[in-house]
């Protein structure tokens, strides 16, 4: 019997292991995972280690191994990208991020296998022209990214959108703008980890969690504000797309709802059954003047495309997030 498979680059990644943790619970599924999983130490390879794959692939045999086995690929769900806002060689993040997804995007609609791939919330910018998911060409051309991460997100959405105008797209394509996703499996990130995370350390042993100062008026100190969501929900919208073929577009992916970084840190402490301990310092002024005083994820679009499944709030996510996985000895999922 011919098995279907579901290739999932950066599959080993914080997003991409959820992705494969949740997909991986079909037993009809092989799930495929495509990454590099680099020092041992690291434990990025713990983010797969309790689930069955059917394969794994590294980066540079990706096109060889799809084309060996395309007949029984159903989707390439497509995780893998530089997502540091700080990488400082712009040729490797357009590289990775927009060159080779055009390539897989035009594999994809060659061969017609389905598509979903990461976008994020960094295409917006500072967010001055809000937040909304308007697949639009010329609306997504207008947006102001702050960073060549966000622009070369950006760049790769709008290349979507003309792809399939021209018809010239696989026969789902779906792009997802993630907000600020926090969960299990994100600690091979180190500095780029959640808030969330970073914090706990300090949270579990009765110390002080230090915020960020404020430099708008108008806006507390730990006022600055995000749409924080849950890495769960994230897995479940990607396993909802894969039943639903005919859904296609850009589309964000947040919880719908913006919090300040002192609600994510009192989440954090209340988890604990701590009393919060938070003190302010300063913001590091290399990042000041483009730092983001706002997310907010519109999900009119997706809700309307038919996903009706409520999103975990701040508090029960951090509460899962702390009691399932941060304050175990295995906190992987």
Not at 57 to 80: I, N
Not at 239 to 265: H, K, M
């Amino acid at each position: 019997m011919t098995r279907k498979i579901i290739f999932v680059t950066g599959g080993a990644g914080f997003i991409g292991s959820n992705i494969v943790a949740r997909l991986a619970e079909d037993r009809g599924l092989d799930v495929v995972v495509c990454d590099r999983l680099r020092e041992a130490d690291l434990g990025k390879w713990r983010n797969i280690a309790k689930h069955p794959i059917g394969d794994f692939v590294a980066p540079e045999d990706m096109f060889d191994w799809l084309e060996r086995r395309w007949r029984e690929v159903e989707a390439v769900v497509h995780m893998g990208a530089i997502s540091s806002t700080t990488e400082p060689n712009a040729d490797k993040i357009i590289e990775q991020n927009f060159c080779l997804s055009r390539d897989l995007f035009r594999w994809c609609a060659d061969r017609q296998r389905r598509m979903i791939y990461a976008s994020s919330a960094a295409t917006y910018g500072a967010g001055d022209a809000g937040f909304v998911d308007d697949n639009d060409f010329e609306a997504l051309a207008a947006l102001r990214p702050l960073n060549t991460y966000g622009w070369s997100k950006a760049l790769f959405d709008a290349f979507a959108v003309r792809q399939a105008a021209r018809e010239y797209a696989p026969p789902q394509w779906v792009g997802l703008k993630f907000f600020n996703v926090y969960g299990p499996n994100e600690e091979h990130k180190r500095s780029m980890k959640s808030v969330a995370s970073q914090v706990w350390p300090k949270v579990r042993d009765g110390q002080t969690v230090q915020l960020f100062k404020s430099y708008r008026e108008g806006v507390p100190d730990g006022g600055q504000m995000r749409d924080f969501v849950y890495v769960r929900d994230v897995a479940e919208v990607v396993a909802w797309l894969i039943a639903n073929e005919q859904v296609n577009g850009v589309f964000n992916l947040g919880s719908g709802e913006a919090r300040t970084f002192a609600d994510l840190a009192k989440a954090v402490f209340a988890a604990a059954g701590r009393e919060p301990q938070i003190e302010y310092t300063a913001m590091p002024p290399a990042i000041r003047d483009k730092y983001q005083y706002f997310t907010l994820a519109p999900m009119e679009r997706l809700r309307a495309a038919g996903y009706d499944r409520p999103m975990t709030s701040l508090e029960d996510g951090i509460s899962d997030y702390v009691e399932r996985y941060l304050s175990q000895p295995d906190h992987y999922r």
